[in-house]
């Protein structure tokens, strides 16, 4: 494409830079000249709509006033048979369980060293509970009483269909699937078996026979089971670096299939099942998933914090995977040792967006209610609440901090001066707050060179039914709508990138497209 030449006498047209398309959501990628129109290089706190704008991310707050055991390792939403509504989470050597309010905690179930934390099955109107030290009873919860499970060995197991049984194997992980409870990772006699996956008499999750196993590519890598996960018409078994398929419906039909023998999950608590597939972080290389046939990775966006060791390596095996609200949350380390961000996929459009929240064991409960731990803390969090504008970790509320950075906008060639007039805003209304607008210049990130604020207040420009025409406002939804607004001056560049910085009160924000205006100065030889 041609730069163009001035002739004499005829002054330079404006051009018209409309972003009213965000969907791209963030991209770190090192070479900013490779993002999308629609991407962003840099922001925080934001949701990314998937009609085209960004806004404020819903907030969170604390369900128990009183502290409970430190640290969440992993949460389940049940209802017992006593038809209350409960999460149980891991913590420390035992279960504890509340209806949205404080934790009971009822004893020290697991004495023993833990390796992982508890992992959650429920058959037949009973939570199960493993112990995940591998020497500890697997414990069975009805919504009132607790109580052990005896631990699945020689003289213990219940060889035909006719013997009873109140048993669990010692294992790591456990799930219901196909009209049985699985049990992997086990330990029996004595003798732990890594790459073992077990599986009851059909809609018995306490009975077992001891030959109803199968061992998974025992001894490839030193590698074990970390995860079994239920998918449509087979369980995904995977390891550190595997991922294995097994189908059937039988014990004269169970077969494994290799899925892959290079990527896998550091924990249970890493993947996550979910409407569109399965979503599990790989140590090597981020979020991949898995459509119930292949693997996809989802984290190519995303890959330059890992590269550039904004998750530090010695956190790669340290991520949370939960399902929320429609998106998927992944929280990790973020120039931390301990998980102390939350990067967020829209499995739809794909865009990723970026929380300052430290989080930890995601679930849902409660009626479909999202939850997750605050990392090494004491509360547990209720996740996206709608209205609320900010956060509460304990006693407190607390600002949300948020800005979006645009990317780089050099219409016109990347040689090519441009006289930049003021920019134009279609922001959320009815606000008398500032929004701070950063500018930056000729792709130096690194330097704000000057700003100027934005403010929603009704300006005029606000549509009103019987009261403006069409063309002439911004239309909203009923109860709500959008404010044109014009910015400052931003003077002469080549690329110009803008940081709208939310407001310093608790007050929601949002915009829904922006217009960059330039003058292209002559281009001499």
């Known amino acids: 494409m041609g730069l163009g030449v001035r002739k004499p006498g005829r002054r330079p047209r404006m051009k ?37 704008g960004f806004q404020l991310r819903r907030g969170v707050l604390r369900t128990n006033a009183s502290a409970t055991y430190t ?4 949460a389940t939403g049940y209802t017992g048979l006593n038809g209350t509504d409960y999460i149980v989470c891991s913590q420390l050597t035992t279960c504890t369980h509340s209806t949205g309010g404080n934790f009971t905690a009822p004893g020290a179930f697991f004495p023993g060293t833990r390796i992982a934390p508890s992992r959650f099955a429920i058959m037949r109107g009973y939570l199960y509970a493993t112990s995940g030290t591998l020497v500890d009873r697997t414990y069975r919860w009805d919504g009132t009483t607790w109580s052990p499970r005896t631990a699945s060995a020689t003289a213990a197991w219940q060889e035909d269909y006719a013997t009873s049984g109140t048993h669990f194997p010692y294992a790591l992980c456990a799930a219901v699937h196909g009209g049985y409870m699985w049990a992997a990772h086990t330990r029996e006699n004595g003798t732990t078996y890594a790459n073992r996956v077990r599986w009851s008499h059909p809609n018995e999750p306490e009975r077992w026979r001891s030959l109803d196993y199968i061992d998974i590519d025992v001894g490839r890598d030193s590698d074990v089971i970390t995860a079994i996960v239920p998918v449509s018409d087979h369980l995904l078994v995977f390891k550190n670096t595997g991922v294995y398929a097994l189908y059937g419906y039988d014990p004269d039909t169970f077969t494994v299939v290799t ?4 990527v896998g999950t550091p924990s249970q608590e890493s993947v996550v099942s979910t409407p569109f597939g399965v979503f599990f972080w790989n140590e090597a290389d981020g979020l991949w998933a898995y459509d119930g046939k292949e693997l996809q990775y989802a984290f190519e966006k995303m890959r330059e914090c890992i590269r550039n060791e904004t998750i530090p390596p010695a956190g790669l095996s340290k991520p949370h995977v939960g399902w929320v609200k429609d998106r998927v949350w992944v929280s990790v380390p973020w120039e931390t040792a301990d998980r102390s961000a939350t990067l967020v996929l829209d499995p739809i459009t794909r865009a990723w967006t970026r929380y300052d929240l430290a989080l930890s064991a995601f679930c849902t409960a409660l009626g479909g209610r999202a939850f997750a731990g605050i990392e090494g803390g ?6 996206e609440i709608e209205g609320r504008t900010t ?9 949300i901090d948020s800005y979006y950075r645009t990317r780089w906008v050099a219409d016109g060639g990347t040689i090519v001066p441009k006289r930049w007039k003021r920019p134009e805003f279609v922001i959320h209304g009815g606000s008398t707050e500032e929004l701070r607008v950063d500018v930056f210049l000729d792709w130096n990130p690194a330097e704000e060179r000057r700003s100027f604020f934005l403010t929603g207040a009704s300006t005029g420009t606000n549509a009103t039914w019987d009261a403006t025409n069409w063309d002439e406002a911004v239309w909203g939804f009923d109860g709500e709508y959008d404010v044109l607004v014009r910015g400052g001056t931003i003077g002469l560049a080549r690329a110009v990138s803008l940081k709208i910085n939310g407001p310093t009160t608790n007050t929601d924000w949002g915009v829904d497209s922006l217009t960059l ?7 001499r030889s």
């Open 378 to 383: 004491t509360r547990l969090l209720e996740l």
């Open 517 to 523: 205006k330039s003058v292209p100065k002559q281009v």
């Open 16 to 52: 018209l830079s409309e972003l009213r398309d965000f969907t791209g959501g963030l991209n770190l990628n090192a070479e900013q000249f490779r993002l999308e129109d629609n991407e962003s290089p840099d922001l925080l706190n934001v949701d990314i709509d998937r009609r085209g």
């Open 259 to 262: 899925v892959s023998n290079t």
């Open 391 to 399: 956060d509460q970790f304990d006693s407190t509320s607390e600002h």
């Open 71 to 74: 640290d969440f390792l992993s």
